[in-house]
């Protein structure tokens, strides 16, 4: 694996594989790689030629009171992993490769009705930070395929628009969620959970899974469905930051005439705040199906 820290490195290493017609797959991360990530790695070698991963932890999409300088960084053991599943190039860059004037951002990339809402509205400017990045990301690899976990999946639904609105020449890949045995969806911050936290973290999926199922089942009010799933979360210790039931495709307010649903959540647990969603599919509205 050819680790890379210049662009001008990253661009010459490129333009030989385009040259030679290769196709390249791209997995951006922010390091502190588990399983969930290494998965996202096999699905881009798998759809390409030469597998591309970036290890940036990216300042501009952290709050000023979030754990930017506390984020874990495990430089050895991702390079190990990485290697381990033949990845081609390493791309980490510093910041002030990415961001050649300091600290505050010049150009932003912004996709406004997805900026505010869910995890937007607790962090605010998060996803401008991610649309940033990520654009620059993308122009710099100029990879054919790139793959985001559906974990966070509002993130997803961010980069397939701006990737959309801007012409992008990328296809947007959603890498499936990764869980370990008791369900708790893979995440660089679970490792912030004490053992007591550990053992209630699976409530989150746990009570999700519940709620689609009543879904599936043709359950119709939404807004009973979710108050009995907040306070599921609290009865097993989390604090919820939301839940909600929303539209999969654009994460608009769902109706019981939308079929393709998600429920994504986001929760406090100590020092972690974990977010999840399980999206759904249910039958079309019936007034005498409500379970
Ligand atoms: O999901 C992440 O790890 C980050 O938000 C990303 C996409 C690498 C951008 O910094």
Redesign the pocket.
């Known amino acids: 694996m050819q680790i890379v820290t210049d662009i001008a490195a990253l661009r010459a290493r490129i333009a030989e594989w385009r040259g030679a017609g290769e196709r390249i797959g791209f997995v951006?991360?922010?390091g502190n790689l588990h399983g969930g990530h290494l998965r996202l790695v096999e699905e881009a070698r798998s759809r390409s030629d030469r597998t591309v991963v970036?290890i940036?932890v990216?300042p501009a999409?952290f709050g000023p009171d979030e754990d930017y300088e506390t984020y874990p960084r495990t430089w050895t053991a991702d390079c190990e992993a990485l290697s381990a599943h033949d990845t081609d190039l390493l791309f980490a860059p510093g910041v002030e490769a990415l961001y050649p004037d300091g600290g505050g951002l010049r150009t932003t990339v912004a996709v406004p009705e997805l900026n505010d809402i869910l995890c937007g509205a607790s962090r605010p400017g998060h996803f401008t930070?991610?649309a940033t990045?990520?654009t620059k990301?993308l122009n710099l690899v100029q990879p054919d395929l790139a793959v985001?976990?559906l974990k966070?999946y509002q993130?997803l639904l961010v980069?397939q628009r701006l990737v959309r609105d801007l012409h992008l020449p990328v296809e947007i890949v959603g890498g499936a969620i990764a869980r370990e045995s008791d369900g708790l969806a893979m995440s660089s911050r679970n490792a912030y959970l004490g053992d007591d936290e550990r053992r209630r973290a699976p409530a989150l999926y746990q009570t999700l899974r519940a709620l689609a199922d009543r879904l599936e089942a043709g359950a119709t009010d939404f807004e009973a469905l979710v108050a009995e799933g907040c306070r599921q979360l609290r009865r097993a210790g989390l604090e919820p930051d939301y839940l909600e039931i929303r539209r999969a495709a654009d994460l608009g307010i769902a109706t019981t005439d939308d079929t393709a649903l998600v429920i994504p959540a986001a929760a406090y647990l100590g020092r972690a705040r974990l977010i999840d969603n399980v999206r759904v599919r249910r039958p079309a509205d019936d007034p005498e199906g409500d379970a």
């Open positions: 951006p991360t922010m970036s940036f990216n999409q930070g991610v990045v990520v990301l985001f976990g966070d993130q980069i």
